[in-house]
């Protein structure tokens, strides 16, 4: 056990299995694979997000689908 480790289970929490995931999975969509999409009439979320009015261009896209 490490320093680290010895701390975390002092302050109370739960260092393995982790309660919740260390990653977030994100798919990339390359432009003319989301303009097949737009064809088609749908939408995927990075589409949502780079095309966001200038009052959210601050926001990132973890905060805007949360």
């Known amino acids: 056990m490490c320093a680290m480790d010895?701390?975390?289970r002092t302050y109370?929490?739960?260092?393995?299995?982790?309660?919740?995931?260390?990653?977030?999975?994100v798919k990339i969509t390359l432009e003319n694979?989301?303009?097949?999409?737009?064809?088609?009439?749908?939408?995927?979320?990075i589409i949502v997000y780079l095309n966001r009015p200038s009052q959210l261009?601050?926001?990132t896209i973890d905060i805007?689908?949360?």
């Open 12 to 25: 109370g929490f739960q260092t393995y299995p982790a309660s919740i995931p260390a990653a977030n999975i």
């Open 64 to 66: 805007m689908f949360n």
């Open 57 to 59: 261009r601050t926001m």
């Open 33 to 45: 694979e989301a303009q097949t999409f737009l064809n088609k009439n749908q939408c995927k979320d």
């Open 6 to 8: 010895a701390m975390w």
